[in-house]
């Protein structure tokens, strides 16, 4: 089966401006989450869809992040405006059944520079 | 919230002997430890995991151990190969309100390093 898939791969910006990351999950998974992992650590959960609804975005920085999945498949994350602490990747996972056998399933991520 | 410590921060083994990385997790609610293997680049995949009404889990060279009283788990990778090389998180969670759903907190990853 397909995997979740990612876009852009990498993208740099200078800080203030903005960007969004695009994610499709595997087909049938309901559950979709961000990750944010910066340099030397571990993914840090940003925000947690089952199908179109947010269970978790208790650690989105909402003042500059959003996330959206309109259609309860994919998904979009957008920074603005980006500061130098946002230079990360960004992780996209799904999980099937709505993540009840626990096992997520991540893309390729978007590494994001500001500089 | 749930603050996942996880040691060593990096570990070089010689090819054949084994790794072991230790976590310890801080919320008694946590019921659910699995392992992601990330290889350089690549995308974070799980190699193992473990449920709280278990004390320990094999899958041919790899096992995890859970001690649910002390808040510790740990990954114990025998007979390690050059393969093996890669950054291991670990992560604790539990289930979201409503039940659907595992919240996970992962641990800051330990970088392992095989040596041939």
């Known amino acids: 089966e397909a995997g979740v898939a990612q876009s852009p791969r990498y993208k740099i910006i200078e800080k203030r401006q903005s960007v969004a990351f695009w994610c499709n999950p595997i087909s049938g998974h309901a559950t979709l989450y961000w990750y944010q992992q910066i340099l030397g650590q571990g993914p840090k959960l940003l925000i947690q869809f089952q199908n179109n609804g947010v269970v978790d975005d208790s650690q989105l920085p909402k003042d500059r992040f959003s996330a959206e999945r309109l259609k309860g498949v994919d998904s979009t994350l957008k920074i603005q405006p980006a500061k130098l602490e946002d230079s990360a990747v960004y992780l996209c996972a799904s999980s099937a059944s709505g993540g009840a056998d626990g096992e997520l399933f991540f893309g390729e991520g978007s590494r994001l520079t500001v500089l | ?116």
């Open chain 2, 1 to 116: 919230g749930e603050n996942v410590e996880q040691h060593p921060s990096t570990l070089s083994v010689q090819e054949g002997d084994s790794a072991v990385i230790k976590c310890t997790y801080s919320d008694s609610a946590s019921n659910y430890f699995p392992w992601y293997k990330q290889e350089l680049g690549k995308r974070p995949q799980l190699i193992i995991d473990i449920r709280s009404n278990v004390g320990e889990k094999k899958d041919q060279r790899i096992a995890v151990t859970l001690n649910k009283t002390a808040k510790h788990f740990s990954l114990h990778i025998t007979e390690t190969q050059p393969e093996d090389s890669a950054v291991y998180f670990c992560a604790a969670g539990y289930k979201n309100s409503g039940g659907s759903n595992y919240k996970l907190t992962f641990g800051k990853g330990t970088l392992l390093t095989v040596n041939p």
